[in-house]
């Protein structure tokens, strides 16, 4: 099965500035998805950002943004102008298309932002 | 409104007991999923399904059951055989193959807690 790594468990950021949190992946398939989730103090699992393998352009979402590396089987998050609602535990997931079509998870990383 | 329905949000198990917890989908989503996340950790999976009446082992499976009877539920049976039951339970669903509406994007319910007792 594919595993997903997320090297920082926590990381902290000042309010308005930029934050980068980081996600590798491992996969023998060429095709997949790969996103980022947000899992507030009341654990629902919020969709932040997702990313096609096949498509070279990163994925923006207001704030949020990619740098999706495929040869190096890495995908980091971009938050800019961090809010205070930033806060919250963020997790990397990775999901193969044709094979199985499960999706796996990093352990996480725990951002605090600054007031 | 379309989504995904857990029951119940708490549970407290007593040893030995078998527990289920529900999961009920109005998506049309021919996958289902259930993880399960221990405090301060990230979500791991325990069974899922991409059909009706078949469905495969995740990477914890051992002491939990699933079925799969029909396209909207997924229920998960927690036996007597896992010894340390107590976390979190999320279940999820989506679309199966290249889905260009959502991006193959995995929803989830609002979670169920297990608790020994």
């Known amino acids: 099965a594919q595993t997903v790594t997320q090297s920082q468990p926590e990381m902290s950021v000042q309010e308005a500035e930029t934050v980068t949190l980081s996600c590798t992946y491992d996969?023998?398939?060429?095709?997949?998805?790969l996103f980022w989730y947000k899992q507030p103090p009341s654990r629902q699992m919020i969709l932040v950002i997702r990313?096609?393998?096949?498509?070279?352009q990163n994925a923006t979402e207001n704030r949020f943004s990619v740098n999706f590396q495929k040869a190096a089987k890495s995908f980091s998050l971009k938050i800019s102008d961090s809010q205070l609602g930033d806060a919250a535990m963020y997790f990397c997931?990775?999901?193969?298309?044709?094979?199985?079509?499960?999706?796996?998870f990093g352990a996480g990383t725990r951002l605090t932002v600054k007031p | 409104d379309g989504g995904i329905t857990q029951s119940p949000k708490y549970l407290f198990r007593k040893e030995g007991q078998n527990v289920t917890l529900s999961c009920e989908q109005n998506?049309?989503?021919?996958?289902m999923y259930w993880y399960r996340q221990d405090p301060g950790q990230g979500l791991r999976l325990i069974y899922y399904?991409?059909?009706?009446?078949?469905?495969q082992k995740g990477d914890i499976a051992e002491g939990y059951s699933v079925s799969r009877e029909k396209k909207e539920s997924f229920p998960l049976t927690v036996t007597s055989a896992q010894k340390n039951p107590t976390a979190f339970y999320l279940c999820?669903?989506?679309?199966?193959?290249?889905?260009?509406?959502?991006?193959?994007?995995?929803?989830f319910g609002e979670g169920s807690w297990l608790t020994v007792v």
């Open positions: 998506l049309n989503h021919d996958a």
């Open positions: 990313q096609e393998a096949y498509k070279q």
């Open positions: 999820a669903s989506s679309h199966i193959g290249r889905d260009g509406l959502s991006g193959n994007t995995i929803y």
């Open positions: 996969t023998s398939e060429s095709d997949y998805y």
């Open positions: 399904s991409q059909i009706v009446n078949d469905f």
């Open positions: 997931a990775h999901r193969e298309i044709y094979n199985n079509n499960d999706m796996r």
